[in-house]
C-alpha cells in the first residue's frame, strides 16, 4: 500500500516530543493525574519512548515521546520514527514543535517506518500514522517515501521474480506512469549497438541481458542516472561461495536506486531533462559464460582483461556510461553495489562516492545530514592507475593484491567517461537489522541526498 499521512480529523490523539533536559518542565505543566501516571509508569524521554495518557473514562487524551538528547540522536537518524514504531495504532498530529532537527525530514522517517514487503508473507510496518505537520508539503513527502518504498521493493524481490525481464517490466511500468519513453535493446541485439561487455556478462544467463534506456522531460539541464543491475550475481566461472551468494539478488541495488530516485524527479516535475540507463543481466554459468583470462573490447574501444568474472559490475556500467557519455549530459551518476571494500571501509551505513568536483562534492555532503541519508567522499586516486592497467589489455577488472578494491573500481569506471562532473556511488543497498525507518532489507541510498542538492547542482 502507498505510503501516505493520515487526514486531519477530531479522533487524531495529540504528540507531544519531550527532550530530556525539557522533560520535568513539561511533566510540572501537566495535570496532577497524569503526573502521577507518568511516573507511576516509570517513562524516561528516550528516543523510542513513549505513553499514552488517560482520561477520565480511561480513554487517551494525548501521547508523549521521548525525544532524547543531541548525542542519543546523532545515534538515530530518524527519531521521530522510532515513536511511529512504539506507539499503538491510530491516529496522530505533532502537537508541540519538534524539539530540534528538521521536521521535514522526521515526517519522511515516520511514513518510512510503515514500510513492509509483503509480497510473499506478511511482515507488519509501523501502524500509528501521522497527520502531515502545518506547513509541511505532504505531496513531496510522499512522493519521497513511495520512490524509497520502490527502491526498496525491487532489491527485496528475489531473483526468481526480478529478473532482466522483470526489472525490464519495473521500468516500463514507471516509465507508463510518468509519461517518460523507454527503449531496450536485448539478446544478441547489444552486439549490433555496440554494448558487447553487458553482452558478454549477461550471455550465460536463461533471462536475456538487455540495455534499459528511459527518458523523461522536453526543458532544462540533462541529468542521466546510470546504474547496475545485476539481477543475481553467481561470480560466474569464478564462482561465489555460498555464504558470499545469500545476498545477490540485491546486486541490482544500484538500479533500484536510481529508479527511485528517478521517481523521485518524476513526481515532483523537476525541471530537467532525465535519462536513466540499466544494464540489466544475470551473472550466471553455462557453456557460454565470460571466462578468466578473456580480453573484451568495450564500447568506447578499450579493451579489458578479464582476472575475474566477480568482478562483472564495473564491465556492464562502463559500455552504459560510455553511451551516457556521447549525450554529454551536464551532470552523470552512476550509483552501483560495486564493491566489498566499500564496505569494509565506511560499513553499511554511509554512501561513499567519487567525483572530481569539489563544489558538487561540497553540495552534496552539507545536505547529506540534513536528509538523514548520509554520503562520505572518497578519493579519485590518480597514482592507483597503473594498478588497473595489466599489459597485456588497455585495463584489468579485477587487479590482484586487495588494496583499495573501491578505489581501483572507480578508477576503471572514470576511464569511460569524459564529464568533468561525473560521480559514482559505490552503495551497499541493504540494512543488515532494523532501524527507526529504515526496515531489515533492501534500502536506497545517497538517493535523498542527491534529490536535496540537485537545484543547486544543476540551477533549477
Not at 105 to 117: C, H, I, K
Not at 167 to 190: K, P, Q
Not at 261 to 288: F, K, Q, T
Amino acid at each position: 500500500m502507498p505510503l501516505s499521512f493520515a487526514p486531519d480529523s477530531e479522533d487524531a490523539l495529540p504528540l507531544h516530543l519531550v527532550e530530556n533536559a525539557d522533560y520535568d518542565g513539561w511533566c510540572a505543566a501537566q495535570t496532577p493525574a497524569h503526573q502521577a501516571w507518568l511516573a507511576a509508569t516509570g517513562f524516561k524521554p528516550g528516543i523510542g519512548k513513549t505513553a499514552l495518557l488517560p482520561g477520565a473514562d480511561g480513554r487517551p487524551v494525548l501521547a508523549v515521546a521521548g525525544f532524547g538528547d543531541t548525542k542519543t540522536r546523532a545515534r538515530s537518524r530518524f527519531p521521530l520514527a522510532a515513536a511511529a514504531a512504539t506507539l499503538p495504532k491510530g491516529n496522530y498530529r505533532l502537537a508541540s514543535p519538534l524539539p530540534a532537527g528538521d521536521l521535514e525530514t522526521e515526517a519522511l522517517g515516520w511514513l518510512l517506518a510503515g514500510y513492509s514487503f509483503d509480497r510473499y508473507a506478511k511482515q507488519g510496518g509501523a501502524t500509528a500514522t501521522l497527520v502531515c505537520p502545518d506547513g509541511l508539503n505532504a505531496t513531496r513527502i510522499e512522493a519521497i517515501a513511495n520512490a524509497e518504498a520502490l527502491t526498496r521493493d525491487l532489491i527485496n524481490t528475489p531473483a526468481s521474480d526480478m529478473g532482466p525481464d522483470a526489472l525490464e517490466t519495473a521500468c516500463r511500468d514507471l516509465a507508463a506512469t510518468f509519461e517518460a519513453s523507454i527503449n531496450v535493446t536485448s539478446g544478441d541485439a547489444l552486439l549490433a549497438a555496440n554494448l558487447p561487455m553487458i553482452h558478454a556478462v549477461g550471455r550465460a544467463a536463461a533471462s536475456a541481458p538487455r540495455l534499459i534506456d528511459m527518458r523523461w522531460g522536453k526543458a532544462g539541464p540533462q541529468l542521466t542516472l546510470v546504474g547496475k543491475g545485476v539481477c543475481f550475481d553467481t561470480g560466474g566461472l569464478n564462482l561465489k561461495p555460498g555464504s558470499s551468494m545469500g545476498l545477490m539478488k540485491k546486486d541490482m541495488g544500484g538500479a533500484a536506486t536510481v529508479l527511485g530516485l528517478a521517481r523521485m524527479i518524476m513526481a515532483l516535475d523537476l525541471p530537467l531533462r532525465l535519462r536513466v540507463l540499466i544494464p540489466a543481466v544475470e551473472n550466471a554459468v553455462s557453456g557460454n559464460a565470460f571466462r578468466p583470462g578473456d580480453i573484451l573490447t568495450s564500447r568506447k574501444g578499450l579493451t579489458v582483461e578479464i582476472n575475474n568474472t566477480d568482478a562483472e559490475g564495473r564491465l556492464v556500467l562502463a559500455d552504459a556510461l560510455t553511451l551516457a557519455d556521447e549525450d554529454t549530459p551536464d551532470l552523470l551518476l552512476s550509483m552501483a553495489t560495486l564493491t566489498g571494500a566499500a564496505r569494509v571501509a565506511v560499513g553499511p551505513d554511509l554512501s561513499p562516492f567519487y567525483t572530481n568536483d569539489d563544489t558538487l562534492a561540497a553540495a552534496l555532503t552539507s545536505v547529506a545530514t540534513k536528509v538523514s541519508d548520509p554520503v562520505w567522499r572518497m578519493p579519485f586516486w590518480d597514482p592507483y592507475e597503473t594498478m588497473i592497467e595489466p599489459g597485456i589489455a588497455d585495463l584489468d577488472n579485477a587487479p590482484s593484491g586487495g588494496f583499495a578494491g573501491s578505489i581501483t573500481a572507480a578508477l576503471f569506471l572514470r576511464r569511460f567517461t569524459e564529464n568533468p562532473r561525473y560521480t559514482h556511488f559505490d552503495i551497499y543497498g541493504w540494512n543488515p537489522k532494523p532501524a527507526p525507518a529504515r526496515s531489515k532489507g533492501g534500502t536506497g541510498m545517497g538517493a535523498r541526498a542527491l534529490l536535496a542538492a540537485l537545484p543547486g547542482l544543476l540551477d533549477l
